[in-house]
């Protein structure tokens, strides 16, 4: 096997798991927006009045893009996923990508790999390969999951599903082509992974100004992520976003393979700024895991609130669209919710608590990875145990995510707020950490696997998030005994800000989530470390 096809299989191995999680993640939130858009709008009345609702108001448009065929399955699955999958697969795809490249020459690594018979330029093509076939992994997964949906709702057809599977990953190509180009750059990858995000950003910015305003839509042609969204896929197939995507990803590759050729290892195109060193050393292990981790949580934090505060920012014309559901208003009426804007928000954390704890699994898997890649290792031989090697770990993974759960209550009612909603800073915070105990059990399950099984660590988190949110989606519906319920970790939050946080539950979920954490911990002190 070539020094190239090596490389390729390494990177595509070291990424596989969470690829594959995400193409999940496609079908899961494309078979919950299918079955929760046919529950809540069961006859065409309903259906023309939330069409009416969302179809003309330009925040609604902002957020999450122009609405084509609302009255249809088909338009509402479109319109509710393709602002926002692509978002999330792109951010993944660009960190994956700077990792990959810049991440490897901060650590040494690199400097390994293109010590063997092979150039920087076949190098960076080989570890750009294993970024894109585990992306071709994202897509194959989620073609599948959309064609199997096709196949039983009959909403849309096979065609017509991997079409759209591959409008919702196509973002994912392009951030890493561009996050490439980024890290021949600069000299870090957190400068590449922080410009990288800024284009991200922008791009947003100016799909979501276009959106907003009939008279510049044209300004979306400016933006991949408008792109995207004028592939309008299952409405009114345009391959032309499709074709710019694929133009612009090969020339942002090969950009960035010529440029790692003109340069020296470690070195960068751009100079950066240095200032004085920083002499003190990192003494304690909490901040080393903290530096560690420190940017996984502030991308997480960051993107919560922004996604939070864009859903409290359309909250009033969501809340009309609600009110028009007779479905709706009888199913949670039956629950003593009656408020409709409280409702809204209660979904939406219901949501973001599903992307709570692809977070907490991502941080064991980060401690896994951390492992394999020897740090855990370097550590071991120095003073520090055990204990204090996965105590500190865990700690900084909780304040993280509990960081990370307030920055979306924040977020909520920040949107609120500039539109006159009616959601309390009090009951926005609440909300937002009312997230938190389900988020940790899903994570002390995760750490209880690594300290027995490390190597399963994202697939089990994975497959339970998948079961939780499936079974919270479509478990009422069919009428599914309590007790296969309460095996959904989501099953045991509150609908907050709709209704009051269970705090009896909650510490019942705490206690679980330190028991399974011990248990890891015993794990993990009975074996060897696992190296690759």
């Not at 009939?214 to 979306?220: G, K, L």
């Not at 922004?306 to 009309?320: D, I, P, Q, R, Y």
């Not at 699994?361 to 370097?378: I, K, L, P, T, W």
């Not at 998948?466 to 989501?490: M, Q, R, V």
């Amino acid at each position: 096997m070539s020094t190239g096809l090596v490389i390729t299989k390494h990177f595509l191995k070291e990424r596989r798991k969470v690829a594959a999680a995400l193409g999940w993640m496609v079908g899961v939130v494309t078979v919950s927006s299918v079955y929760g858009y046919r529950l809540a709008y069961p006859n065409l009345v309903d259906r023309e009045r939330l069409a009416a609702s969302f179809s003309h108001d330009a925040g609604i448009a902002a957020v999450f893009g122009p609405a084509h065929s609302l009255e249809t399955v088909a338009g509402f699955v479109a319109f509710r996923t393709l602002a926002v999958i692509p978002l999330i697969v792109g951010i993944w795809a660009a960190l994956t990508a700077t990792k990959a490249l810049r991440g490897n020459e901060d650590t040494g690594q690199w400097e390994i790999l293109v010590s063997a018979p092979i150039g920087r330029k076949q190098a960076t093509l080989a570890a750009l390969r294993g970024v894109y076939l585990s992306l071709t992994i994202t897509l194959i997964i989620s073609c599948v999951a959309l064609s199997v949906t096709a196949v039983i709702s009959k909403d849309f057809g096979v065609r017509s599903a991997l079409y759209f599977a591959l409008c919702l990953v196509s973002s994912g190509y392009l951030f890493a082509s561009i996050g490439a180009v980024a890290s021949q750059l600069v000299s870090t990858r957190r400068t590449a992974a922080t410009i990288t995000g800024l284009v991200i950003g922008l791009s947003f910015l100016i799909r979501a100004v276009a959106d907003s305003s009939p008279s510049i839509a044209w300004v979306h042609w400016l933006s991949p992520l408008g792109w995207v969204t004028s592939t309008a896929p299952l409405t009114q197939s345009n391959w032309l976003g499709l074709l710019l995507i694929a133009v612009t990803t090969l020339a942002s590759t090969a950009v960035a393979i010529a440029l790692s050729g003109n340069r020296d290892l470690m070195a960068s195109l751009i100079s950066e700024r240095t200032g004085p060193k920083n002499s003190r050393e990192i003494t304690g292990i909490t901040r080393l895991w903290l530096k560690l981790q420190g940017l996984n949580i502030l991308s997480w934090g960051l993107g919560f609130f922004f996604m939070s505060f864009a859903f409290g920012l359309v909250a009033n014309s969501a809340t009309k669209a609600f009110s028009g559901s007779t479905a709706m208003q009888k199913t949670f009426g039956a629950l003593g919710i009656s408020k409709m804007n409280e409702l809204f928000f209660g979904i939406i954390f219901l949501m973001l608590s599903a992307g709570l704890m692809f977070a907490a699994n991502s941080h064991a898997a980060a401690f896994r990875e951390q492992e394999s890649e020897g740090y855990v290792d370097h550590l071991l031989v120095s003073p520090k145990s055990r204990n204090e090697v996965y105590l500190s770990r865990v700690f900084v993974s909780t304040v993280g995510l509990t960081v990370i759960a307030a920055l979306a209550g924040l977020g909520a009612f920040a949107g609120s707020s500039l539109r006159n909603g009616s959601l309390g800073s009090r009951d926005a915070l609440l909300a937002g950490l009312n997230m938190v105990p389900s988020s940790l059990v899903l994570f002390g399950v995760s750490l209880f696997v690594f300290g027995f099984f490390p190597r399963a660590v994202s697939i089990v988190g994975q497959s339970l998030l998948a079961w939780s949110f499936l079974l919270e989606l479509i478990g009422s519906s069919l009428k599914l005994s309590h007790y296969i319920l309460d095996t959904s970790f989501l099953h045991h939050m509150a609908f907050a800000p709709a209704a009051a946080p269970r705090n009896g539950e909650n510490l019942i979920l705490l206690g679980i989530f330190a028991v399974m954490s011990l248990l890891g911990l015993i794990g993990f002190n009975r074996r060897d470390t696992a190296i690759g």
